[in-house]
């Protein structure tokens, strides 16, 4: 009997598992695919000769965060690569704007959309390297990030204070047009917000595309050589190398609670997995507390709250073989990774609304990847393997296009939407659709069939408003890996801090689990410590807590 289960090997599953074996505990992991990594794996699908990431591909978020690095997978054969620049979001008009781990090139950049600007985002930056420590720390922590916070708010206080957290919240649009004269940097900053699901005139979508231009900005959009697989390979050989079972093919069907506490979990081909002391389920929330968790062991609160949780967008992906190199209008984009597409911010803005419609955009603003670029070993010299994604509605109540789109995703509405993203290519690259050697369509339920967790592809693990983050998150008053279940643990996307290959959910499950663990243990401690103290021996330590260790916030 394993101390602990892991449902789901996907970068957070993995990460936990990681956590408990280096902390001793004997771990299993059931994946349901044939393999490992979740929404982090690469193949050769789209053709032989070129190798295609199947859902995510640059990762600045693993570049930034401490769990990763903690971990030190580059002992276990990680290696990353980057492209000359990060991003860049042309126009049709020829202008574009770049972002550069080079603060000059950025600068530059955005300079030659109006003068100043660049000294504009220079205050941006330099406003991110006084918070950074702290903003990351409470980022990748459990919520509330104490300690990080009380750190971050004296720091808040020297960067201009309620003047900077009105910054943080503002609707990108607008943090834009107050920092900006040009349209450069706010395209920047509104790209980047579309990571997420968040609009131009979202509250909060401000922060969140200063945050992901700023990580950017420091560690740029690095990917794993050879492919997005890589970072789960490593995962998975420092996991076996600790004494970890990784099984796939191992879909699980219910978690098995007796008293209040999850013991075991029950597989699809009959098993029952019987965990000593935890189990930790990276997996999506409705999945868990809809399917795995028997209604009868879950507060009602709870269940009428998932009514209410709200997914991100449905995603809807293409790769593509190019037989050469992007033949982009602006020269500035050929040597970025990431490339954003749509001419400029009411574009955007006309994007979202149709989403909020329910309708499919007739101009999909498309996040595109030139992924040999990034890493020359993806391809065949002088060509290289791209992709775009775009989002859709979930539920489709009509085509804001002409072509009567109905959101069936049946092979013939595939094409059609393939060949839009196609001509929205070409809007800024013109002769690109003449390069295209293979392509390869990945509709939202092909990617929700590869990976259960991403509901038509949504990527996020749940919207990134702010009324489903912090302690909204993925419920009014959760925020945490704790689960109403005892030993059970939420450990994916679906908690604080949400979606993004960082393994944060991951470590915040597999720590409140050591935690739990170790409780029992300094409760007993307490107790002979308080009876010797009765006996006039050794004090006990009166200002900690009873089942806290020491330095826990």
């Not at 965990?275 to 389920?281: E, F, K, N, P, Y």
Request: proline content about 8%; some cysteine.
């Amino acid at each position: 009997m394993p101390d602990a289960v892991v449902i789901g090997a996907g970068p957070n599953g993995l990460v936990a598992a990681n956590l408990l074996a280096d902390a001793g505990w004997s771990v299993e992991v059931l994946e349901e695919q044939p393999e490992p990594g979740g929404a982090v794996r690469h193949d050769r699908g789209a053709d032989p000769d070129f190798v295609s990431d199947l859902f995510s591909a640059f990762y600045p978020l693993a570049a930034a965060s401490p769990v990763l690095a903690g971990l030190r997978l580059e002992d276990h054969g990680l290696r990353w690569s980057h492209a000359p620049h990060v991003l860049a979001h042309p126009l049709t008009d020829g202008r574009c704007a770049v972002l550069d781990r080079r603060v000059d090139v950025t600068a530059g950049s955005l300079d030659a959309f109006a003068p100043g600007d660049g000294a504009a985002w220079r205050r941006l930056h330099d406003a991110w390297e006084r918070l950074r420590p702290d903003l990351l720390g409470a980022l990748f922590t459990p919520f509330p990030p104490v300690r990080s916070a009380a750190r971050l708010a004296v720091r808040l206080r020297g960067t201009g204070g309620l003047r900077m957290a009105r910054t943080l919240v503002l609707p990108v649009r607008r943090l834009g047009e107050e920092e900006f004269r040009g349209e450069g940097g706010g395209l920047l900053l509104a790209g980047n917000a579309l990571h997420a699901d968040l609009a131009p005139e979202a509250a909060g979508s401000g922060g969140y595309g200063w945050l992901m231009s700023m990580l950017g900005q420091t560690y740029g959009f690095p990917v794993p050589v050879g492919g997005a697989g890589a970072l789960t390979e490593a995962l998975t050989r420092r996991l076996q190398a600790r004494g970890g079972v990784l099984r796939c093919g191992q879909r699980v069907e219910r978690i098995v609670v007796r008293g209040g506490r999850a013991v075991a979990v029950r597989t699809s081909g009959g098993d029952t997995v019987a965990a000593r002391r935890a189990v930790l389920a990276d997996v999506a929330v409705p999945a868990l507390y809809g399917e795995l968790v028997a209604p009868e062991h879950l507060p009602a609160q709870l269940l009428s709250d998932l009514d209410r949780f709200q997914w991100d967008f449905a995603t809807f992906k293409v790769d593509w073989a190019l037989d050469g190199p992007v033949p982009w209008q602006a020269a500035e984009a050929a040597g970025a990774g990431t490339v954003h597409l749509a001419d400029g911010i009411d574009e955007l803005t006309r994007f979202a609304a149709q989403l909020a419609m329910h309708r499919v955009p007739d101009r999909p603003f498309a996040l595109f990847g030139q992924m040999t670029t990034s890493d020359a070993s993806r391809s065949p010299r002088g060509t290289e393997s791209a992709w775009a994604y775009t989002h859709v509605p979930h539920h489709v109540s009509g085509d804001a296009g002409d072509e009567g789109l109905t959101g069936t995703w049946d092979a013939k509405e595939r094409e059609i939407m393939a060949d839009r993203v196609e001509r929205q290519v070409e809007r800024f690259a013109p002769g690109f659709r003449s390069l295209i050697r293979a392509r390869r369509v990945l509709a939202p339920p092909t990617l929700q069939s590869l990976d259960r967790n991403l509901y038509g592809g949504a990527i996020n693990g749940g919207t990134a408003s702010m009324h489903q983050q912090l302690f909204f998150r993925p419920a009014p008053g959760t925020g945490r890996p704790e689960t109403p279940v005892r030993g059970l643990y939420l450990a994916s996307a679906g908690a604080h801090p949400g979606g993004g290959v960082h393994g944060a959910p991951g470590a915040n499950a597999a720590r409140a689990a050591l935690r739990r663990s170790l409780a029992p243990g300094l409760a007993r401690a307490q107790r002979l410590l308080a009876h010797r103290d009765r006996t006039g021996r050794k004090q006990p330590d009166a200002g900690r807590p009873p089942g806290r260790p020491p330095g826990d916030a």
